[in-house]
T-cell receptor, first 108, second 114 residues
Framework: RKEVEQDPGPFNVPEGATVAFNCTYSNSASQSFFWYRQDCRKEPKLLMSVYSSGNEDGRFTAQLNRASQYISLLIRDSKLSDSATYLC?????????FGKGTLLTVNP | NAGVTQTPKFRILKIGQSMTLQCTQDMNHNYMYWYRQDPGMGLKLIYYSVGAGITDKGEVPNGYNVSRSTTEDFPLRLELAAPSQTSVYFCASITRDSYTGELFFGEGSRLTVL
């Protein structure tokens, strides 16, 4: 089983829609998890961190389910500017492995 | 603030040539990483280092070598370049306290092997 697996996507949604991505991880010892956003041909940037059950920041909510070993990212009221690739990271002893990423396109 | 600096930004290599991608960070970060990203794909970990003199393999180390003689520098060497190594390479660093999870990335090095 790969260390981190993500919904393959792509996701195409209209403006204002709610969209959710999932990411499963294999290392049950991982304590914290992260969602990064990557714009086309740019370096990834940290979007949210998840340490306990969840974290909310405006329109974005990240949740952690340790029993099932997955994290999710929920985006409410999607904006055109949310179009990007979303990557999850599950650290394993400082070996930071990324999921393949989920491409989101928000359409007008 | 320079952060993580990668050079070169672009390079075209011929099959069989060798080159070194340079990565320097000025944040005194302990941990440094090299990733490659193929078109439409996620980031794959090549090598990482938890401190000067310590390196370890990631998911796709074959065809690459690294060294970490100082805290600041983490060069990635490609020996005998192959077309399969055409990719965008990102260097990143993080402090020992990775609780925030914020990897600091360089802007990437776009390598084409013909």
């Amino acid at each position: 089983r790969k260390e981190v697996e993500q919904d393959p996507g792509p996701f195409n949604v209209p403006e204002g829609a709610t969209v959710a991505f999932n990411c499963t991880y294999s290392n049950s010892a991982s304590q914290s998890f992260f969602w990064y956003r990557q714009d086309c041909r740019k370096e990834p940037k940290l979007l949210m961190s998840v340490y306990s059950s969840g974290n909310e920041d405006g329109r974005f909510t990240a949740q952690l389910n340790r029993a099932s070993q997955y994290i999710s990212l929920l985006i409410r009221d999607s904006k055109l500017s949310d179009s990007a690739t979303y990557l999850c990271v599950a650290p394993s002893n400082y070996k930071l492995t990324f999921g393949k990423g989920t491409l989101l396109t928000v359409n007008p | 603030n320079a952060g993580v600096t990668q050079t070169p930004k672009f390079r075209i290599l011929k099959i069989g040539q060798s080159m070194t991608l340079q990565c320097t960070q000025d944040m005194n970060h302990n941990y440094m990483y090299w990733y490659r990203q193929d078109p439409g794909m996620g980031l794959k970990l090549i090598y990482y280092s938890v401190g000067a003199g310590i390196t370890d393999k990631g998911e796709v180390p074959n065809g690459y070598n690294v060294s970490r003689s100082t805290t600041e520098d983490f060069p990635l060497r490609l020996e005998l370049a192959a077309p399969s190594q055409t990719s965008v390479y990102f260097c990143a660093s993080i402090t020992r306290d990775s609780y925030t999870g914020e990897l600091f990335f360089g802007e990437g090095s776009r390598l084409t092997v013909l």
